[in-house]
């Protein structure tokens, strides 16, 4: 298309980004796309005349709006943007995807006000933390530089748009296309193996369901996660892994909870502390140790088997915002701290680091052993060189030391007996020496002085 194509002079690069980012979240703000796409811009007309020219396209179109509290607690009313069916196949061209996977326009849930849409579109923006570049300016008639602009610094992100997909159906009975009552749809699903996450299914909660539906929810993954179906080669194999990858952590794919309601830090972590409560026995890994036990009462070593169970951590998405979700902002049901997700995600306390522990064990009783045995034929040596000490016949072994620094060589006293012959010798000498002073040539020689 020409310039009167796009009468709101749009780039090529700006419509792109914003079909790109509606082709994944369906449903946006202008102020939402920017963040997503074009967080670098100097305004939000870029992004704005964008959507204007798809919509004089027919690729867009806002059929609702949503309000929100501004300065000063007004309400302020945003345009909510969706794709039309012409839009949704032009974002299936961008995002490489079939248009049979790229679900509906969302045009009922722009109609409605998109709450909880919008919710999921800020959560996936605070996982991408898209990095604010600067953007070629405009060019004016005025010969005064443009002010120089202070990009804001995002904290680093996770994955990228391209590998985030929303309202995902997971069968637990049925097929992906057509899932069968008692399914559900994952708020969004992201791929990142580029950043140690194969998948991840995210659930957005905004407090407006009561904990036990929540936790029933992850009780429904468990079930989608544990179902079976045969491949080509007639062997069962795990439904969802027919799609996505296995991330070698054990157990099944986790989900992350995103809280979304600005509460106090005491709610969201009562909010917290009941879903998981409640959802115990879908993450809760087993303890084992080599007689087979179960119960983590007994002192005896070994680990925990996550097998069968859904890992899922938890975050409030003002925190996800602030540190990114590399931040430790993550709150893995099991653990006792907060972490950065790649450490949330990771099992402890494996049947490998028991392994580990007890190879560690082995090598450390061996390096004993060996110290041990070492030090026992030292002691055989000291004692097959040792020689009777010829004044009071016990043993002497070399390398011996008395209290003075004393050491006897082969054949020697032992150095009590030498101390003693030392104290004889000294007392010979004194008395030799007092035997002088008392003399016959003493005497004269007192003589001679008197004189």
């Known amino acids: 298309m020409g310039r009167a ?26 102020e939402q796309l920017r963040q997503l796409v074009l967080p670098g811009t100097a305004d939000l007309q870029t992004v704005r005349n964008a959507c204007k020219d798809l919509r004089h396209a027919g690729l867009m179109e806002s059929v609702g709006r949503t309000s929100s509290a501004g300065v000063h607690g007004r309400p302020v009313r945003r345009d909510l943007w969706n794709l039309t069916t012409a839009g949704l196949a032009a974002a299936a061209s961008e995002l490489g995807r079939p248009v049979r996977e790229m679900g509906g326009t969302a045009r009922d849930a722009a109609k409605a006000g998109a709450a909880h849409a919008l919710a999921v579109t800020d959560t996936i923006d605070a996982f991408r933390q898209s990095p604010p570049l ?6 004016r008639r005025t010969t005064r530089p443009a002010p120089e602009r202070v990009l804001p610094v995002r904290p680093r992100g996770l994955g990228h748009l391209r590998g985030w997909e929303t309202e995902v159906a997971l069968p637990v009975t049925g097929t992906f296309t057509t899932p069968a009552r008692g399914s559900l749809r994952a708020d969004a699903v992201l791929v990142a193996p580029e950043d140690q996450v194969p998948v991840l299914f995210v659930e957005v909660d905004n407090h407006t369901e009561p904990a036990a539906v929540v936790a029933s929810k992850i009780d429904r993954y468990r ?37 979304t309601k600005d509460v106090s830090a005491q709610a969201r972590t009562n909010r ?69 997700i790649i450490d949330a995600l990771a099992n402890t306390g494996t049947k490998e680091e028991y392994r580990a522990r007890q190879d560690q064990h082995r090598q450390e009783r061996e390096a004993a052993r060996v110290v041990e045995q070492e030090q026992r034929r030292e002691e055989l040596a000291r004692w097959e060189a040792a020689w009777e000490c010829p004044s009071c016949r016990s043993d002497v072994e070399p390398g011996t030391v008395g209290p003075d620094g004393y050491r006897p060589t082969e054949g020697g006293l032992c150095p009590a007996c030498e101390d003693i012959r030392r104290d004889t010798e000294r007392e010979h000498q004194a008395g030799e020496e007092a035997g002088r002073d008392n003399g016959v040539l003493a005497r004269l020689r007192a003589r001679a002085g008197d004189r």
């Open 5 to 30: 194509e796009w009468p709101y002079n749009s780039t090529a690069r700006a419509r792109g980004l914003v079909l790109l980012a509606l082709g994944v979240v369906k449903v946006a703000t202008a």
């Open 134 to 139: 600067p953007t070629k300016p405009v060019a």
């Open 223 to 259: 079930r989608f996660f544990d179902r079976q179906v045969k491949n080509d080669r007639g062997r069962e194999i795990a439904l969802w892994s027919t799609l996505w990858d296995d991330s070698g952590r054990g157990g099944f794919p986790p989900v992350a909870l995103v809280f």
């Open 272 to 340: 917290i502390k009941a879903i998981r409560d409640l959802s115990r026995p879908c993450w809760q890994p087993r303890w084992y140790n080599p007689h087979g036990w179960s119960s983590k009462d007994t002192e005896e070593d070994g680990w925990w088997d996550f097998s069968g169970t859904v890992p899922v951590i938890a975050t409030h998405l003002d925190q996800l915002r602030a540190h990114g979700p590399h931040g430790p902002v993550w709150w893995r049901f099991g653990h006792s701290e907060w972490q950065p």
